[in-house]
């Protein structure tokens, strides 16, 4: 079995997923790819770094709602649309993450819509 978790401070899914679903016996979280978009306009910001933060702080909210925090994150998988951005994208990263900093992935990937920069998903190590 598997629990679905929902979060308002994150946009709601645009297919058939759940913004995050719980391992029986509650010990993982997995948290689906998460984009900049914001859950209350539904806009997008325009540079690279906001979308970075957008982006994580939308992870974050997920990852709250099910009762755990950023420092529980246990494997990030990232997505840029630019591998250019590598550099700012670390910047921003190291705002939401600290030592021992989570297993990491980093790719290039062609990202839905064009405007999207970059998506995001991670694995949580429940408390």
């Known amino acids: 079995m598997k629990n679905e978790v929902k979060a308002q401070g994150a946009p709601a899914p645009i297919g058939p997923y759940s913004q ?5 016996g509650g010990r993982l979280l997995f948290v ?9 306009s539904g806009n997008l910001p325009a540079d690279f770094r906001a979308q970075a933060e957008r982006t994580l702080l939308n992870v974050k909210a997920i990852v709250e709602a099910a009762g755990a925090t950023m ?7 990232a ?3 630019d591998l ?4 700012a994208f ?3 990263y190291s705002r939401f993450f600290t030592p021992p900093y989570p ?6 990937a062609f990202l839905p819509g064009g ?10 190590s429940l408390p």
């Open 90 to 92: 670390n910047e921003v």
């Open 115 to 124: 405007a999207v920069q970059v998506e995001i998903d991670v694995v949580v």
């Open 103 to 108: 297993a990491r992935t980093t790719v290039g």
């Open 32 to 40: 689906a790819g998460q984009t900049p978009k914001d859950p209350v």
């Open 71 to 77: 420092a529980d994150v246990v494997k990030v998988n």
């Open 79 to 81: 997505y840029l649309a």
């Open 20 to 24: 995050g679903v719980v391992t029986t």
């Open 84 to 87: 250019g951005n590598f550099a």
